[in-house]
């Protein structure tokens, strides 16, 4: 493969001849502080054994510089060794040493080792983000996670700095302004989830004990820690209250002790994921870190991820996938316990499945319908296919067939399969084939036939009721039709809903069974009274679309919010907010459902989602002629439910939030400015930091929100979110020279970090700025494969995602992108599926905006 990519053969190949026996890996990062410092020096020492002496291979390297290489005493002449992404060795003995020194380069994508100055102490902070490959940015390495090897890191940083890594540091000694931390030797670990953070960060300090059945204390240090100016915001007893209760619960699930000695959890500026799971040492994105008030959503959703990145100590950190065609080894795995073990160890959170049905598996809905959707178990060719595969296919409907899975062979089965997992596989590497044989010796199932349907195949099956009734009302048949390219296996319960006599929708009947085959009857409810509602897949215990016959679609028409249940509910408005999507129903009808219901929605998260999808709907899928009513109805109805909301609570924050996004007219944006000023007041409505960004981007967009303004508010919040803020307000205003600028600004330098590529990508594609941004389709096309080669992977993807022309929902840009696929064939295969998944989006608009035209 050219460049920077690595092919799965490659590594097969290398894989093949290699075992890397230990890595000894030196930082000096001394310099960082310095903003005029582009490098810092990287030395490593890797000792590795070769089945075939004579043989040749290459290390992996990105690096401004290489200043020497020695294989086994013999200095190679780094010009003729470095190719600018691989250090090539030839006449390998049985058993070898190799060096490298470099000069690699501080990072400003959140690729490899990123560097951040803090706005508002002038503070430096360092921390490293490697998934899939970006280790070899910082040392050399066989970057591709079979070659485990135990790792050994000595890191040189300033003196005022406190440095981690994923062992306990065993020295720190001072020299000359400087402190140089050296670390045990880690267990046998994966290149990618090596981590180093380093800087003056806050910390909390805490251990967690437990007993094991063995009679030995197994005691692990925990420490949480942000950036020094966070501190007075890090609420870290509500962080390490659920990572106490997380390590008890995967103890007694698992019965494999935690086998990394530490828990640190560090919250990072300027991160691109949500958290990434280094064994010992787990990084955070910083928004987690709450600087103004959030609904408890937030906090349930962190609360997740602590959760989802401690599976990964077991499911993907002690044991790993071989090569990234599992990549679902470990992320549908941890996406499953994350929400299973928010209810399951007892946190406050216990409507995580309501989240995971309502929030989780639409993302995985999406996914699984767009053309390039693949399987679970998915064909990775080389590294930018792995990139890519972090979607919602490898995350929330690989958990989603995890709950199947263990609805199908029952839960003791299916954890007493992964404690033997871990046993047998312990600092390994495993195959689907590895976990599919444990499983079935677990739960007496067949799991071939299982894996075939729901891990080897792609796309999602829509399951419909068909009911008919007597003259009386008594139901003669009810059964469950099954659609889709491959119909597969679903255990499932129908249940069955009446009003009780307050008028709430109540299940009245319950059924499980198993649906196979296209049609598949529901034998015991023949003879019962016909229900107001059927809904298939009560209890959300399959991943599949879900129909309704015509009378349960209209008693939710009539009665959705009167639904009693939580989880049923949630299931109802996914439901119908699919239907949308497929051109089944009106946008403008689904936006009067969450007009009419949202009001009552008792949980803050789905009523979150509910206002993204009917932003969404207005925005994307409603008749042109239609929209600007829509939006107007959208923003009275926020600004109704606002007034009516419980002071103070987190309903009436979700709907102040709804309103900034949908304020359109005078009296919106009258409240919304008299709301900044404090002319305005909302009873029990704290206005701010984060709240006031949030309105003054509606003002920004409306055109009512001038640069010395946006100056005025940064110089009140100088600080890292402040700035990103303003830059998203800069270029959502309705100008022609607010465009071009955030235009420019990303394409034309690569200066930018990551933060404020993503901030001025969101403010340029406001939706309401059609005419603005209809100017760059021409442009976008044009410039993709030169974005693609020049920029690093993240950026290129944020490029090419981002800008992509998505609200001029019009056939001219449907052709537009239908013209660049056809004329660029053989680009780079994973930048082509962001353009097929971004015209696949656009395709989708244009149904539904004919099944909404009028």
């Known amino acids: 493969m050219p460049g920077k990519n ?202 967690y004990s437990r007993t094991l059945d063995d009679g030995t204390v197994l005691d692990i240090p925990l420490s949480a820690m942000c950036r020094r100016s966070l501190a007075p915001y890090f609420d ?27 828990y640190d959890q560090a919250f990072v500026p300027e991160y691109n994921i949500g958290a990434m799971e280094n064994p010992g040492c787990v990084t955070f994105r910083e928004e987690f870190v709450f600087r103004s008030k959030v609904t408890d959503a937030a906090y349930e959703g962190r609360a997740n991820v602590v959760l989802h990145e401690m599976a990964h100590m077991w499911f993907g950190d002690l044991v790993t996938m071989r090569w990234w065609d599992d990549l679902w080894l470990k992320e549908s795995f941890a996406d499953f316990m994350g929400s299973y073990g928010l209810v399951g160890a007892g946190t406050r959170y216990q409507s995580a499945w309501v989240t995971f049905a309502n929030q989780r598996k639409a993302w995985a809905y999406r996914q699984d319908q767009f053309p390039t959707t693949h399987p679970i178990t998915a064909d990775i060719r080389d590294l930018e296919d792995a990139k890519l595969n972090f ?139 016909r229900p107001a509602l059927v809904l298939l897949n009560d209890d959300d215990l399959t991943y599949c679309k879900i129909r309704f016959d015509e009378e349960s679609l209209e008693t939710l028409r009539t009665g959705l919010g009167d639904i009693k249940d939580d989880l049923a509910r949630a299931l109802a408005w996914s439901a119908v907010w699919n239907l949308t999507r497929d051109a089944l129903m009106p946008a403008r009808d689904y936006v009067a459902l969450v007009l009419r ?83 305005a007041r909302i009873d029990g409505l704290e206005v701010d930091q984060e709240l006031r960004w949030s309105l003054w981007l509606a003002l920004a967009a409306a055109g009512q929100a001038g640069e010395e303004e946006l100056a005025g508010e940064l110089a009140a919040d100088n600080t890292a979110g402040g700035r990103r803020q303003h830059t998203q307000c800069l270029a959502a205003r309705p100008t022609p020279e607010a465009k071009a600028a955030a235009w420019s600004a990303v394409i034309d330098s690569d200066e930018l970090p990551n933060a404020l590529v993503e901030a001025n990508i969101a403010g340029f594609a406001v939706p309401g700025h059609r005419d603005l941004t209809a100017l760059y389709a021409g442009p976008y096309f044009k410039l993709l494969e030169r974005v693609w080669a020049e920029r690093t992977i993240e950026i290129a993807m944020r490029i090419v995602g981002g800008f992509f022309p998505q609200a001029q929902v019009d056939e001219a840009t449907l052709a537009e992108a239908d013209g660049w696929l056809a004329g660029h064939p053989d680009a780079a295969p994973a930048l082509r599926r962001l353009v097929l998944e971004r015209r696949d989006d656009l395709a989708r608009a244009l149904r539904a905006q004919a099944c909404d035209r009028v």
């Open 6 to 207: 690595l092919s799965r053969d490659e590594a097969q190949q290398r894989a093949s001849i290699l075992t890397v026996d230990a890595y000894r890996v030196r930082l000096d990062v001394t310099s960082a502080p310095d903003p005029a410092a582009a490098t810092f020096r990287s030395t490593t020492t890797i000792a590795f054994r070769c089945a075939e002496p004579g043989a040749s291979t290459f290390v992996d390297l990105l690096a401004p510089a290489v200043r020497a290489v020695t294989l086994n005493g013999r200095a190679l002449d780094p010009a003729a060794a470095y190719d600018g992404a691989r250090v090539h060795v030839d006449g390998l003995a049985a058993e070898n040493v190799l060096t490298v020194e470099a000069d690699c380069a501080y990072s400003r994508t959140g690729e490899g080792l990123h560097r951040f100055t803090d706005p508002a102490d002038g503070e430096t902070y360092l921390y490293t983000h490697y998934e899939p490959a970006d280790a070899r940015r910082v040392f050399a390495t066989f970057e591709q996670p079979d070659l485990k090897a135990p790792f050994t890191f000595t890191v040189s940083a300033p003196a005022a700095w406190d440095v981690w890594s994923n062992a306990p540091h065993q020295a720190v000694t001072a020299e000359d302004g400087a402190r140089t931390w050296e670390f045990a030797p880690t267990q046998p670990i994966s290149t990618y989830l090596t981590a180093v953070v380093a800087g003056p960060y806050h910390v909390a300090r805490d251990h």
């Open 236 to 262: 870290a007893d509500e962080i390490l209250g659920v990572t106490k209760l997380g390590l008890d619960f995967f103890h007694e699930r698992f019965a494999y002790p935690y086998p990394f000695g530490k």
């Open 391 to 529: 979607d919602g296919i490898t995350y929330a409907k690989g958990a989603s067939v995890l709950k199947q899975l263990v609805a199908y062979a029952g839960a003791e089965a299916f954890f007493e399969g992964a404690r033997r997992y871990f046993q047998r596989h312990a600092f390994g590497n495993t195959e689907l084939a590895d976990l599919l044989d444990i499983l079935e010796e677990t739960s007496g199932r067949d799991l071939e036939s299982w894996a075939a349907a729901w891990l080897q195949t792609a796309g999602v099956n829509t399951l419909t009721p068909q009911l008919t009734a007597d003259a009386e009302g008594r139901i003669t048949e009810l059964a469950v039709l099954q659609d889709g390219e491959v119909l597969r296996p679903h255990r499932i319960a129908v249940g069955l809903y009446d009003r009780d006599d307050d008028g709430a929708l109540v299940r009245t009947a319950r059924f499980e069974l198993d649906v196979t085959g296209a049609r598949t009857a529901v034998a015991e409810a023949v003879g019962l009274a």
């Open 597 to 679: 219901f949202a009001g009552q929605e008792a949980n803050i998260g789905v009523l979150q989602s509910l206002h993204t999808q009917a932003k969404g709907a207005v925005d994307l899928y409603a008749d042109p002629a239609w929209r600007g009513e829509g939006g107007r109805l959208l923003a009275d109805g926020a600004l109704h439910e606002l007034r009516a909301a419980a002071p103070g609570g987190d309903h009436q924050l979700a709907w102040a939030r709804f309103l900034a996004q949908t304020a359109n007219g005078s009296e919106h944006l009258g409240l919304v400015r008299g709301l900044l000023a404090g002319t």
